[in-house]
Structures are given as structure tokens and as C-alpha cells.
């Protein structure tokens, strides 16, 4: 018996892995995020599946179905919205799981991040601009560590990836105009890759009312960074001066 920690991606029931979809096919129990995960992902799941809801499910009573599984030796998928790794939780399901002597497996998803870029249509690193991407949030109840504070990451002048605050884009606007300049380009990308994707395109000074006039205030991604621009230095990786170890430089 084993659990399968499985990103569902982010949204889209194409954008699973053909491992997770293979998983699911078969998955005779499955914990899923109930409030993130797409249902219709959950249509790769054979008719007969349990399904538990672990929005209404606490860290105990998730450990008590995975015991109860093991006692019947049925797998046991746990499917997590975007990719497991980032912002999942699964610390301490595995902590449970190692009490409990109970194996486990991660199998990657594809982040809200990578398909907010997709949505955008953009790269998230630029030459000589960023080449540097931060994936972080602002503090709600669960607190920021001091020396990750969302002006002090600004320092970079990286590419922010900002989840799970989009209630406060106005607050994140204003943190970040003094870094970036008001004039910076801000994305918001609600629901990225649902059928109800909205895509918000700004500045610092100006993307604050309109995702308020949008109504958006959860489940959407906040990109901040220059990179978004396209006027912008190109890569050398086509100049056809430049020459690495496939192609030789052409002369003029």
C-alpha cells in the first residue's frame, strides 16, 4: 500500500501528467483539495473511487483513511491543486505517514505560476533584465518570515510570482512601487487555465482597481516585473554571432 501525493495542475484535465493521469485511472481512494482542484480532473478517476473532500477533513482524520486504507492495502491518492511542492502542506501528511510506517510518492504538477506565464504569453526571465524568478506570498495567518518580506525580496528586481493575495493587490501595488517604479508591469491571471480564465494586464499604479472592479480576490496569480515588458534586450542564444558548441558563429 502506498500514498501518491499527486499535483492536479492548474486546472485544465489536460495539464495532469500522463503518470497522474495513469494513477488516477486506477486510484481506488481519493483525498482531494476540494475547493482548488478542477472537478473536472477528477473525471480520470474510475466510477468506483472513494472521494474524501479534504477541505472539510482535518490532519487527524486524514491519517485515520490512510490507516484505514493500508488496512485494506488500497492506494491512497492525495491530489493537491498546481504542483505538491509549492504551498501544499504535504510536511506534515508525510510526518503522519512516517508514524504510521506507510510509503509515499510525489509525482510533480504543473504550478498556477507556469500557466499564468502560459496565459500571458510571456517569459518570466529576460536578458539582462531578470534572471531571477521568486515564487512567494504575503502574509495571512500564516506569517512571513522577517527576512522575507515582500519589500525586501523587491530588492532584486526579480520576477515576483505572488500567490495567495490577491485580496490585497492593492497593498502588494503600493509595497512595490517604490522598487519597481509605478510604471512596472503587473499581471493578475485569475483561474489560470480554468474555463473562466481571466487575464488583468497593468502597471503598479493602476492594477490595484482593476482587479477591484474585476471583483477578483482569490484564487488568481499576481506576476510583477519587467520581464513582462517586450521591449526589452533580446537573448544571444539566436544571434547569429553567437556561437556555443552545436553551432559556430557566422562571420559578416
Known amino acids: 500500500m502506498k500514498v501518491y501525493f499527486i499535483g492536479a495542475g492548474p486546472g485544465d ?19 482531494y483539495a476540494g475547493s482548488l482542484v478542477n472537478p473536472a480532473v477528477l473525471e480520470h478517476l474510475p466510477a468506483s473511487a472513494e472521494r474524501h473532500d479534504s477541505a472539510v477533513m482535518s490532519l487527524d482524520e486524514m491519517a485515520v483513511l490512510f490507516e484505514n486504507a493500508r488496512q485494506r492495502d488500497l492506494d491512497v ?9 509549492i504551498y501544499g502542506a504535504i510536511r506534515e501528511q508525510m510526518n503522519e505517514l512516517d508514524r504510521l510506517g506507510i510509503g ?3 509525482i510533480p504538477g504543473v504550478s498556477s505560476f507556469q500557466a499564468a506565464a502560459a496565459a500571458l504569453c510571456t517569459e518570466l526571465t529576460a536578458p539582462e533584465i ?10 495571512g495567518r500564516t ?7 515582500l519589500l525586501k525580496l523587491a530588492k532584486s528586481n526579480a520576477t515576483l510570482c505572488i500567490f495567495l493575495s490577491a485580496h490585497k493587490i492593492g497593498e502588494v501595488a503600493d509595497t512595490l512601487s517604490e522598487p519597481y517604479g509605478s510604471q512596472c508591469p503587473v499581471a493578475v491571471v485569475y483561474h489560470a487555465s480554468w474555463p473562466d480564465q ?24 499576481i506576476v510583477v516585473g ?12 539566436y544571434d547569429a554571432g553567437f556561437s556555443h558548441e552545436y553551432r559556430q558563429a557566422k562571420s559578416s
Do not use: F, N
Request: aromatic share 2%; hydrophobic share 40%; with cysteine.
Open 130 to 139: 531578470s534572471q531571477t524568478i521568486i515564487l512567494t506570498r504575503t502574509a
Open 143 to 149: 506569517p512571513m518570515p522577517e527576512d522575507q518580506d
Open 13 to 31: 484535465p489536460e495539464l495532469v501528467t500522463l503518470k497522474a493521469k495513469r494513477l488516477l485511472s486506477s486510484c481506488p481512494i481519493c483525498i
Open 77 to 85: 491518492i492525495r491530489l493537491h491543486s498546481g504542483d505538491p511542492s
Open 198 to 221: 481571466l487575464v488583468l494586464r497593468g502597471t503598479l499604479a493602476d492594477i490595484g482597481s482593476q482587479a477591484d472592479a474585476a471583483g477578483i480576490t482569490k484564487t488568481a496569480m
Open 226 to 237: 519587467w520581464a513582462l515588458s517586450r521591449d526589452i534586450p533580446v537573448s544571444k542564444l
Open 104 to 106: 509515499y510518492e510525489v
